[in-house]
Structure formats: C-alpha cells, structure tokens
C-alpha cells in the first residue's frame, strides 16, 4: 500500500474520549500513529503493522464504543 493509502484508511470514533478525530498518520520516516489523536487511544507502529493496528482500533471501537 502507499502512504496516500494508508492515510485513508477510516477508524471509527474514539471509544475512551468520542472523538471523531482518529485517523492514521505517518509521524516520522519510520513510525505512524493509528489511533485517537485528541486522547491517549492511539498506537505508534511501523508501516508494516499500521493495517493491523487499524484493524486492532475498529475491532476495539466496535467493543467498547457507545
């Protein structure tokens, strides 16, 4: 996948804070942040894991949400 792809990759609402503000983001040349970008919800991975660790927030979002 490219960067463009992995940037659009949808994450539901925050389940700790509701924020609508989770998304997937490249934070250097090496890491990402997936997650909740207004609260402590997110994961900081490497590019190879940021399509799990989206996968890992829904499954999560889905369980715990509202």
Known sequence: MTDEELEAIKLLP???CDSTMTSVRRASQEWWLVGCMDCFNKKQCTR???VEAA???NDYA???GK
């Open 62 to 64: 889905r369980r715990c």
């Open 48 to 50: 190879e894991y940021v």
């Open 55 to 57: 996968r890992q927030f």
């Open 14 to 16: 925050c389940p700790s």
